[in-house]
Structure formats: structure tokens, C-alpha cells
């Protein structure tokens, strides 16, 4: 079964910095990119980062592009996204998901059940 | 970046309807188009990807057409089940921008 689990949200302070973290199971992480997904409580999504199985290639939302950093650890079927210079805007729960391919695609298969992270003084 | 168009926004039907909910694209994505289901507290669902193709362990009174700029999916018979709120994506390219969702209520 596959089974992604997000830790390392909470609340931080405007214009600081968080990391938050994925571990997968059930899988081969390292066929497979990852993406990260984020949704204001009660609203919509918003396609946040991917990254390619080789961590070769790597895309970011205009939004968070020069501030967040995505990375992966293959050897620990780990995904993190490291997030700098925090907004309020940028509050919202945080899913780790699955690609269905190993370059990306965008497609989501199997997503986790999110991490929040607030923003805010 | 692609806009993603959903409509209606949150319609009311009741078990064993036919339901069918438009997503428009503002620039053609050929057949990249995947949706999605959300219930409260959870993460979205994979139902349908490349406009058509059923996701694993989908039921098939889910269904999907389409090409270019106007998708559609249907539930062909609502089950008590299927009240959630749906989202369409667009993975055409990146950013892969999804709907503002269409949150299927209970008449």
C-alpha cells in the first residue's frame, strides 16, 4: 500500500523559513517523481513544485519560484520543500503526492494527508 | 499560465441522478486533462487523468470526454458516496493548474 506522510508544519513568522518533509512506503521512490500540492483551508489547490525521479528536473509555481526549494533523498524515499522568506499568503496545507511518471507529469495518484503551515505574526 | 474554468460551482442533486460538471481551459491542453475528488478532511483523489482513463478502483458510473479547451465529467448514477467536491487539472504544462472546484451538494 502506498502511504506518503508530511511532517514539519506549524506556524512561523512572516519572512522566515520552514522545512517540511515527506516519507513514502509501498512503493520504489526512486521511479517516481514527486510533486507538492498546497490548499488554503476550505478553498482550491495550487500546484506548488516537482521533481523528476533524478532530481534532473525541477519546476516551481511562479509564486514560490526563488523562494522554496524542492529536494528529494532517494536512499531515504524522502521529499522535502524547504520554504524561505514565508508570506501570510503562503499558509496553507502542504500534500506530498505521487507522479504517475518518473520525469512528471503532473498527474497524482496517491497524495498524503497534508501538513499545515501558518504563517503569520 | 493556464486558467482552469469550472462550472457549476456547487450544484444540488440527489441519489441516482445523472450529474455532469464542465471544466474550460483558457488555451487548449489537448488531452491532459485529469479530475479529481475531495471530501471534507481529506486529500484529493485521482479519478480520471487524460480526459478518459479511469483511475484503479474507480467506479464506472465515473466518466470523462472531451479535447482541447471543454471537458466534462460525468456520474453517470449519483451514490450517497459521491458528494464531494471535484476539481479538474490541467497538465498540459507547468504551472499544472487545477479548477476552482465544484463542491456537489445533496438536494
Known amino acids: 500500500e502506498v502511504q506518503l506522510v508530511e511532517s514539519g508544519g506549524g506556524l512561523v513568522q512572516p519572512g522566515r523559513s520552514l522545512r517540511v518533509s515527506c516519507v513514502a512506503s509501498?512503493?520504489?521512490?526512486?521511479?517516481?517523481?514527486m510533486q507538492w500540492v498546497r490548499q488554503v483551508p476550505g478553498k482550491g489547490l495550487e500546484w506548488v513544485s516537482g521533481?523528476?525521479?533524478?532530481?534532473?528536473?525541477?519546476e516551481y509555481a511562479d509564486s514560490v519560484k526563488g523562494r522554496f526549494t524542492i529536494s528529494r533523498d532517494n536512499a531515504k524515499n524522502s521529499l522535502y520543500l524547504q520554504m524561505n522568506s514565508l508570506r501570510v499568503e503562503d499558509t496553507a496545507f502542504y500534500y506530498c503526492?505521487?507522479?504517475?511518471?518518473?520525469?512528471?507529469?503532473?498527474?497524482?495518484?496517491?497524495w498524503g494527508q497534508g501538513t499545515l503551515v501558518t504563517v503569520s505574526s | 499560465d493556464i486558467q482552469m474554468t469550472q462550472s457549476p460551482s456547487s450544484p444540488s442533486a440527489s441519489v441516482g441522478d445523472r450529474v455532469n460538471i464542465t471544466c474550460r481551459a483558457s488555451q487548449s491542453v489537448s488531452g491532459y486533462l485529469n479530475w479529481y475528488q475531495q471530501k471534507p478532511g481529506k486529500a484529493p483523489k485521482l479519478l480520471i487523468y487524460?480526459?478518459?482513463t479511469l483511475q484503479s478502483g474507480v467506479p464506472s458510473r465515473f466518466s470523462g470526454r472531451g479535447f482541447g479547451t471543454e471537458f466534462i465529467l460525468t456520474i453517470s448514477s449519483l451514490h450517497p458516496e459521491d458528494f464531494a467536491t471535484y476539481f479538474c487539472q490541467q497538465t498540459y504544462i507547468a504551472p499544472y493548474t487545477f479548477g476552482r472546484g465544484t463542491k456537489l451538494e445533496s438536494k
Open positions: 487524460t480526459v478518459s
Open positions: 521533481i523528476g525521479w533524478n532530481s534532473a528536473n525541477i
Open positions: 509501498g512503493f520504489s521512490f526512486d521511479d517516481y517523481a
Open positions: 503526492a505521487k507522479d504517475i511518471t518518473s520525469g512528471g507529469s503532473g498527474t497524482l495518484d496517491h
